[in-house]
């Protein structure tokens, strides 16, 4: 018998219908013998109702107000995700984030998990009955205050809590069926992609896969939990998150994972090149233009842009023209962040004596993920050239152990992506050869 | 100083126009100097599409997780109404049942007050800041569950946090001017009511008026809560509920009552004869026809009927016919009651041997409220001679202290209420006298 923790997203219990169909598949896990922990988010779209409503009250809620508004949203689905259960003969009860044990800092709005004290959900699944835990929120312990988790917290809380009851698995139901080498409404020819590491998934949620939040899989590294990513409409297994591909797999594990093990062993030895290709419309480039080329000018620049609040991700600085003592600093970061950074950089314009600054949001980011690139040297070469080869232009390039990413106008995007998926052998008309056999291996 | 406990129903706070209009007041009443409690039901018809989604889940979905699903709807209220307040400079935080310490039983849907433990709420109003708490909700301290108080638990919320907070005055904000002499649709001469005891406001809400809860009224006596029953469209004052006519008014209580203290004095020597006329057309009669004339069996029928789970109201026996040996037993209760005793009657058929069962739901009751009558027999000839003029039919009547209530046809209340509400001089064309002069004085 294992204990597994599923996540349903708000696509998955938009309306009276689909949570009935949720309850369904949890009802089948139940009657499977395993022990059910659900963490379900708010129906379709009633966290943005629920916005509009504070929207039409005013422009500045107090964000503790903000967080209790947000937190009726998964009171409504749990409850009725809990009747719908209950309605199919299992015992269900439902719990709010605070209930459920899961203790948050202060920051309301985007409060970070500190513990998590499943004790009534123990309780509950000791009795044989299935727990639903509201997503996306927690209590602050000091203040008994509602916190809300912000951006993908849904995922985070399922985590958290199958950490917290050591859960064998937890399951993130969405409405694709896993994660994909591409995005298919991009790349048509995008495969699922059956298993992958931690430090992958990681790379690709911070390019622009959405599947997954970001958040969620740094919590699963750090305590190893392991995640299966699946769709909610079909009984196909998805994709598995985990250490390391030879993780031996426990063969009681439930649906869609035991039946991998084997495969999985066999592949150990032999590490995919190339995870997939992820893109990310949603950040801009700001150019400091004419920056004195003097030390420490960099330095004061990046300083101040961190202290509006921005996360920088790319950087590029130019050659500085010996004819002028100038250079151009150069980098990305998420469009919304774009004014403040602004505005702080006007303020220090005497001080930091550039002349100019630019703002450009028609900017797209295409990243390659992959372990096996490690030890390639063929890898970037390979890069460059489909998308030179697209007679697309390159921007900016960064790298990391396992990515490498670039920057193209945002209206060549999607042909970059196309073409990098199929140079490297993605595309699923490529037959099964996941692993590529590129130069460098 | 005074510390004033406000209660905005429903229909207060329907939309966000609505909630910005109440925080208006809200922070009026702040700004002239009070500590205000806020207490405040869900938005207009939000637990009515809530119950629907219920429904559309199951017919029989567990009470517990209704309850959860129910408090959303305040939640939503409540955090919505302390953003508003703050947006008009006024620091608002609000607080759940449970956060403000109702303590309730387990009878989830219909729970009952336990103990009220308002700390949160001495803790934020000591700060100078508004509370905002959701009526209708308690907490059950033995299971940390969350309970709903079912039928007029907002009003009931907020009688609670003002005998548990000692407030000066609770105010009850409805869509109508205050309690009136007889429901206004009926009676357009109706006049608003400007003070009435507890016994006599509890007596016309148990006879049909519907502007406050029965419960709340109840819990007010009890614990010497003084209520303001008023509209929130205006700022007129609206009807004062107290012990007695002749309380001392403090002068610096909140607007709408303090003005209203010398009048009150002058008028407690000589207490209104009457001070109003309720209907109610939600019940329906049960008359048990050719019951044995013998000892025990009417006591029978109301044993078994009472188990069914049916509040009796009113009960007539008619006189037994000598020939036959036998009686009719006929009562009221609630119309929704009816299967449910019919069922249990007819369980016991062959041991009471009685003839047969009918079910009348065109029933009306009329009831006519008013302390003074204790003291005047005049009152009840008036009553039934009004009636008779009217060319109506009593079917039932049944009298307490300080009422009379008798059943007509259903088709007829309306021009019964007419009747006697103008036989008492209850009229608003009738000028300034609320006090009745009639025979019996």
Not at 390 to 409: D, H, K, L, Q
């Amino acid at each position: 018998m294992a204990l597994v923790v599923q996540k349903y997203g708000g696509s998955s219990v938009a309306d009276a219908k689909s949570v009935k169909r949720v309850a369904k598949r949890i009802a089948e896990a139940k009657r499977a013998g395993n022990d059910v922990v659900v963490v379900v988010s708010a129906m379709g779209d009633t966290t943005d109702e629920l916005l509009e409503l504070a929207a039409q009250i005013t422009p500045l809620p107090p964000q503790r107000e903000l967080d209790i508004l947000l937190t009726a949203g998964e009171r409504i689905s749990m409850s009725l995700l809990a009747m719908a259960i209950n309605n199919l003969g299992i015992k269900a009860k439902s719990f709010t984030g605070s209930q459920a044990g899961v203790i948050t800092d202060a920051a309301h709005g985007k409060a970070r998990i500190v513990d998590v004290v499943p004790e009534r959900i123990f309780g509950t699944i000791e009795k044989g009955q299935v727990a639903i835990v509201a997503g996306f929120q927690g209590v602050n312990s000091a203040t008994n205050d509602v916190t809300t988790l912000g951006r993908g917290g849904s995922d985070t809380t399922a985590v958290a809590l199958a950490a917290g009851l050591n859960a064998d698995v937890c399951e993130i139901y969405t409405d694709v069926d896993g994660v994909f080498t591409a995005d298919p409404r991009i790349v048509p020819t995008a495969r699922k992609i059956d298993r992958i590491t931690y430090e992958e998934m990681l790379e690709m949620a911070a390019s622009g896969a959405k599947v997954l939040a970001l958040r969620a899989v740094e919590y699963a590294r750090r305590y190893g939990v392991r995640l299966h990513v699946r769709s909610s409409f079909s009984g196909a297994p998805g994709t598995v998150v985990s250490g390391t591909f030879g993780d031996p797999i426990d063969p009681n594990a439930p649906d869609g994972t035991a039946e991998h093990g084997a495969q999985q062993e066999e592949n150990a030895m032999e590490d995919p090149l190339i995870s997939g290709v992820a893109h990310d419309r949603s950040e801009a480039k700001i150019t400091v233009v004419g920056v004195p080329d003097k030390p420490g000018m960099a330095a004061r620049i990046f300083e101040v842009v961190a202290a509006s609040g921005a996360n920088i991700d790319m950087i590029v600085q130019n050659v500085s023209a010996a004819a002028t003592g100038r250079t151009d600093i150069s980098f990305t970061l998420p469009e919304g962040h774009g004014p403040d950074a602004l505005a702080a950089l006007r303020n220090v314009k005497d001080e930091v004596g550039y002349e100019a600054l630019e703002f450009d949001d028609q900017i797209g980011k295409l990243s390659l993920v992959g372990a096996g690139m490690k030890s390639n040297p063929g890898v970037s070469a390979r890069l460059f050239g489909a998308v030179r080869d697209a007679g697309i232009n390159i921007e900016m390039i960064s790298t990391s152990e396992i990515r490498i990413s670039i920057v193209t106008r945002a209206d060549s995007l999607d042909d970059a992506v196309r073409a990098v998926h199929t140079a490297f052998g993605l595309d699923s008309s490529d037959g099964e050869a996941v692993v590529y056999a590129g130069t460098g291996r």
